[in-house]
């Protein structure tokens, strides 16, 4: 990697089940914090699940009224932890032709379509929002983004599954190394939470049927796990061309230093241990480390069976079984869209600290998970590089690779 090609990481923002900021949700998965709770609102009781994650502050709270209202929840949370990254990256002076945005999502204004479906059913089309359009369209939190920070160079939406907000950071990768934008306002986020994705997905037997002790449901690699926890949040990071980040002698976290997408190509909703192990290459390659650099692994790990033993196997192959293993989802539950742009927050803040937060509820880790997977307490270490992964529905692969 040349000097020209270097993008660092100078903010960060986020909006999780642990924390209404980045630092508060750092410090909760330090903690072994669970933002899993059971649903005890009147809409959730003939559901199949009652559990989800759901955010600890609410995103409407932190801006105007008047804007708020315009807004699905998802876009909230968009706007939130774009702020907040934007201002702790220093608030660049960019050329806004140069500054480009690019926020990932796997459903985008959901709660606004039903919401506005359930209106139409029952009291007609005069009723329906007149802001319903753009607060539904998947690519309103990319949209709003752009126009908050005046950003001119381009207003990107990946949208594949569970892996949109990883696709969105690769994607802003790639804007810089192509001399398009010299910053990239990039992450994802997602807001879905509702009787109807709910119950869809326990349909499926994706999410996970146990309730007596929330806390405890999610818990990644271990042998009682039982399905995913659905949860709602986002993540957006600023990414700079190195140069420009010094010429204004910016602080950085590290280095967004490779990434690795893929398909499968399989099966819409399984997981294929030959796709990742493919991601999982492109992104070493790209970073220009071996498998022994890396020294920590954030694992999509969202606490299936099948997922968690393919992704399992694809690390195996691809980086080898001496690097710690972290899996936050059993602290925040899967946010779908949002939790690839978490976990490289995570994989992030895990080199900058040298602890990698240890994977709750892992009691009896499966004898087929041969891999050193952090449980009991963080792991502490001084690290150069780590590895995130992320896998959605579709045969979506995307790893990344930071440095610091």
């Known amino acids: 990697m040349t000097a020209m090609d270097q ?12 924390g209404g900021d980045a630092p508060s949700t750092w410090a ?12 005890n609102e009147e809409w959730a009781a003939d559901l199949p699940v009652h559990v989800a994650a ?28 774009s702020r907040e990254a934007w201002q702790d990256a220093g608030a660049p002076d960019v050329d806004p032709i140069r500054l480009a945005v690019v926020i990932g999502t796997g459903t985008g204004g959901m709660l606004t379509t039903l919401g506005q479906d359930d209106l139409f059913e029952t009291s007609g089309a005069r009723r329906l929002s007149p802001f319903a359009v753009p607060m539904l369209m998947a690519n309103g939190p990319a ?19 569970c892996a949109s907000g990883a696709e969105a950071l690769a994607m802003a990768l790639d804007l810089i190394r192509a001399d398009r934008a010299d910053v990239v306002v990039a992450g994802g986020v997602e807001a879905c939470l509702h009787p109807f994705t709910l119950a869809a997905f326990a349909q ?19 042998e009682a796990r039982s399905g995913f926890v659905m949860g709602e949040g986002g993540c957006v990071l600023v990414l700079e061309r190195a140069e420009f980040a010094r010429a204004r002698r910016a602080r950085a976290y590290g280095t967004l230093a490779g990434a690795g997408i893929t398909s499968s190509a399989d099966h819409i909703t399984a997981s294929n241990a030959e796709g990742q192990v ?57 946010m779908l869209g949002a939790s690839g742009a978490v976990g490289a927050l995570s994989a992030l803040l895990t080199l900058r ?19 050193d997977v952090v449980r009991g307490e963080n792991r502490t270490g001084r690290w150069h590089a780590a590895l995130a992964n992320s ?12 440095t610091v």
Do not use: C, Y
């Open 353 to 371: 600290d040298g602890v990698a937060p240890a994977v709750r509820n892992l009691e009896r880790l499966d004898p087929r998970v041969e891999l």
């Open 143 to 161: 949209a709003w983004v752009s126009m908050d920070l005046g950003a001119k160079g381009g207003a990107r939406t990946p949208v594949s599954a």
């Open 204 to 222: 499926m037997k994706a999410l996970s049927p146990q309730h007596e002790h929330p806390e405890s449901v999610s818990r990644p690699f271990d």
């Open 391 to 402: 896998f959605g529905f579709g045969g979506h692969n995307v790893s990344l690779v930071f």
């Open 54 to 81: 759901k955010l600890s502050d609410d995103p409407a709270a932190a801006l105007p009224r008047p804007e708020a209202r315009k807004l699905d929840r998802v876009e909230q949370i968009a706007l939130v932890s």
């Open 278 to 334: 493919h991601a999982i290459g492109a992104a070493l390659r790209d970073a220009g480390v071996s498998p022994r650099d890396i020294g920590h692994v954030h694992a999509h790990a969202t606490s299936t069976e099948s997922g968690d033993l393919a992704e399992a196997r694809a690390i195996g192959l691809a980086v080898g079984d001496h690097a710690p293993v972290t899996a936050t989802k059993s602290m925040t539950g899967h």
């Open 28 to 39: 909760g998965l330090l903690a072994g914090k669970s933002g899993v709770q059971a649903l």
């Open 7 to 18: 993008v660092l990481v100078t903010g960060v923002g986020a909006m999780t089940p642990l």
